[in-house]
């Protein structure tokens, strides 16, 4: 059975950092190109970053947030830096078979449960 746990979230104050992990079992995990989502109240579920052959991000977090993944570990990475308000939303971590990335959610095969983080003064 396939598992993504996402850890890392909490409660910053804007221009703070966050690193958020996502761990995955009962998959091949080096098979799989890895996304990050995130969905705000009220809104769609939109592309953060993946990693996989290439990284890509959405154009508001470019500069500001890294994709990262170790293999060994199974594991992958968001480091966040200098955080907005805007940000905040639930992060969601998921696994596309395959080398390739895509910023499609529909694409992505596997989702974990998301973690929560809130930029706020």
């Known amino acids: 059975q396939v598992q993504l746990v996402e850890s890392g979230g909490g409660l910053v104050q804007p221009g703070d950092s966050l690193r958020l992990s996502c761990a995955a079992t009962?998959?091949?995990?080096?098979?799989?190109?890895m996304g990050w989502f995130r969905q705000a109240p009220g809104k769609e579920r939109e592309f953060v970053a993946a990693?996989?052959?290439?990284?890509g991000y959405t154009d508001s977090v470019k500069g500001r947030f890294t994709i990262s993944r170790d293999n060994a570990k199974r594991t992958v990475y968001l480091q966040m830096n200098s955080l907005k308000p805007e940000d905040t939303a639930g992060y969601y971590c998921?696994?596309?078979?395959?080398?390739?990335?895509?910023?499609?959610?529909?694409?992505?095969?596997?989702w974990g449960q998301g973690t929560q983080v809130t930029v706020s003064s």
């Open positions: 998921a696994a596309l078979r395959g080398v390739g990335i895509s910023r499609q959610a529909r694409k992505y095969d596997y």
């Open positions: 009962g998959l091949t995990f080096n098979w799989y190109g």
């Open positions: 990693i996989g052959g290439s990284t």
